[in-house]
């Protein structure tokens, strides 16, 4: 299996309070991704970095921001919570794009804005 | 843009049956294409994969054939057990990332 964490796994935050999820990695990966899985939208990508401190959006990075100061951690944070918010995010890894490597998931982050 | 359509669910088989989950793409290029699998609780896994044309991927008795004529990959098994229940994902990759249907849940029953 990939080394691949997240933390937390489960939180549950008010509306309006800031979030930060991590992930971590021990694969010397270049690419990590931020997924958000919501039901009946299979996963849409967030955010994702091809390097240290390279970082672009994706489908849905409203409300959203990304950091990578090292290669082994990606955190996605949430400015101030919203409802719309709760989900479940997927970190992912991918060595390479150029061989159309698959990408590699992390156990899931369950988030809940109440 | 760009897009993947599987069928929806849920699909309910008794075990043992024939299993097939029908995923679709729009075409730009030569995508390469992907079926990724998630069990309960746990993030996605890779199931198989297809880089070409005619490829077919396949992997635990899974397989899926990459057809560019019809711009299809669907999933098939020829005889399913309780333990593939799950959710099933079809995604094609564009550039620097993946783009995912919105899954296909299967329940299998003894």
């Known amino acids: 299996d990939a080394g691949i964490t997240q933390s937390p796994r489960h939180k549950v935050t008010e509306t309006g309070t800031p979030v930060t999820l991590r992930c971590h990695q021990t694969?010397?990966?270049?690419?990590m991704y931020w997924y958000r899985q919501d039901p009946g939208h299979g996963l849409r990508l967030i955010h994702y970095?091809?390097?240290?401190?390279?970082?672009d959006k994706g489908e849905v990075s409203d409300g959203y921001s990304v950091s990578r100061s090292k290669t082994e951690d990606f955190l996605l944070t949430l400015e101030s919570a919203t409802s719309s918010q709760t989900s479940v995010y997927f970190c992912?890894?991918?060595?390479?794009?150029?061989?159309?490597?698959?990408?590699?998931f992390g156990p899931g982050t369950r988030l809940t804005v109440t | 843009g760009d897009s993947v359509t599987q069928m929806e669910g849920p699909v309910t088989l008794s075990e043992e049956a024939f299993l097939t989950i029908n995923c679709t793409y729009t075409?730009?290029?030569?995508?390469?294409l992907f079926w990724y699998v998630q069990y309960p609780g746990e993030g996605l896994q890779l199931l198989l994969k297809?880089?070409?044309?005619?490829d077919k991927g396949s992997n635990k008795g899974f397989e899926a054939t990459y057809r560019k004529e019809t711009t299809s990959f669907h999933l098939e098994k020829g005889s399913v057990q309780v333990s593939d229940s799950a959710v099933y994902f079809c995604?094609?990759?564009?550039?620097?990332?993946?783009?995912f249907g919105s899954g296909t849940r299967l329940l299998v029953r003894p």
């Open positions: 297809a880089t070409k044309a005619d």
């Open positions: 075409a730009t290029g030569y995508p390469s």
């Open positions: 995604a094609k990759d564009s550039s620097y990332k993946l783009i």
């Open positions: 992912a890894i991918s060595e390479s794009i150029l061989r159309r490597d698959e990408q590699y």
């Open positions: 694969e010397n990966h270049r690419y």
């Open positions: 970095s091809y390097g240290v401190k390279d970082t």
